[in-house]
């Protein structure tokens, strides 16, 4: 089971466990085009992650191995990959790479295709029932893949007595090897921006409806 980091006061040295260590960092896209209030909460949670990774480094020590969803290379090319992916937890990646951190490949870069394929395919709004149950068994398959092979890379490269640092979405469904001891990264800042989105989102709803009701009458 993971322990959550930020919310509530910070962990002594001797809540942690001996062996391989892992900071689940749940991450989140710097929008390219969006409010500014919502770019000023992602910019202040990236910020917030920042200071509370770097206070786990001053207590328990550096941080060896790094992994980033959607991510199927190392070294160099996983930071260029990185960088375009996502600003916020690139600044994550760069600041522990300058500090001898190595980032690891996470994916495999068929399986990866293959999930986003179909998952894109459900997107679309499929007409008939049985494409639509073939493309969610397709679906589930390929994110079950995915999970064991991340599970996999994980448990094969984070070694004895390192800690590991994982930037990657809620809602996944990887399971942790089993002595990998998980911390679970969240700052403030991660429910302010889940709070922006619900709220946005409410409201979105609401013009729809009174859109709709306007046309009817």
């Given at each position: 089971?993971?322990?959550?980091?930020?919310?509530?006061?910070?962990?002594?040295?001797?809540?942690?466990?001996?062996?391989?260590?892992?900071?689940?960092?749940?991450?989140?896209?710097?929008?390219?085009?969006?409010?500014?209030?919502?770019?000023?909460?992602?910019?202040?949670?990236?910020?917030?992650?920042?200071?509370?990774?770097?206070?786990?480094?001053?207590?328990?020590?550096?941080?060896?191995?790094?992994?980033?969803?959607?991510?199927?290379?190392?070294?160099?090319?996983?930071?260029?990959?990185?960088?375009?992916?996502?600003?916020?937890?690139?600044?994550?990646?760069?600041?522990?790479?300058?500090?001898?951190?190595?980032?690891?490949?996470?994916?495999?870069?068929?399986?990866?295709?293959?999930?986003?394929?179909?998952?894109?395919?459900?997107?679309?709004?499929?007409?008939?029932?049985?494409?639509?149950?073939?493309?969610?068994?397709?679906?589930?398959?390929?994110?079950?893949?995915?999970?064991?092979?991340?599970?996999?890379q994980i448990d094969e490269t984070l070694q004895d007595g390192e800690i590991g640092l994982l930037l990657m979405m809620e809602g996944h469904q990887v399971q942790?090897?089993?002595?990998?001891?998980?911390?679970?990264?969240?700052?403030?800042?991660?429910?302010?921006?889940?709070?922006?989105?619900?709220?946005?989102?409410?409201?979105?709803?609401?013009?729809?409806?009174?859109?709709?009701?306007?046309?009817?009458?």
């Amino acid at each position: 089971m993971s322990e959550e980091v930020g919310k509530i006061e910070r962990p002594s040295i001797e809540e942690f466990k001996a062996g391989r260590k892992l900071y689940f960092i749940p991450l989140i896209f710097t929008p390219k085009r969006s409010q500014a209030d919502l770019l000023e909460r992602v910019n202040r949670y990236w910020d917030q992650v920042e200071t509370h990774v770097a206070n786990l480094e001053a207590k328990l020590g550096d941080i060896n191995k790094l992994y980033h969803e959607l991510v199927p290379v190392g070294g160099d090319d996983g930071a260029k990959a990185v960088k375009e992916l996502n600003k916020g937890s690139y600044q994550i990646i760069k600041a522990r790479l300058k500090k001898g951190s190595d980032l690891q490949p996470l994916e495999d870069s068929e399986i990866l295709a293959e999930f986003m394929d179909w998952g894109r395919c459900l997107a679309i709004g499929l007409q008939s029932q049985n494409v639509i149950v073939r493309a969610y068994e397709s679906y589930s398959e390929a994110q079950r893949k995915r999970n064991d092979y991340i599970a996999k890379q994980i448990d094969e490269t984070l070694q004895d007595g390192e800690i590991g640092l994982l930037l990657m979405m809620e809602g996944h469904q990887v399971q942790f090897p089993s002595d990998v001891q998980v911390f679970y990264v969240a700052p403030p800042g991660l429910d302010e921006v889940k709070r922006w989105i619900r709220e946005h989102e409410a409201e979105t709803e609401s013009g729809i409806k009174k859109r709709s009701k306007s046309k009817v009458k």
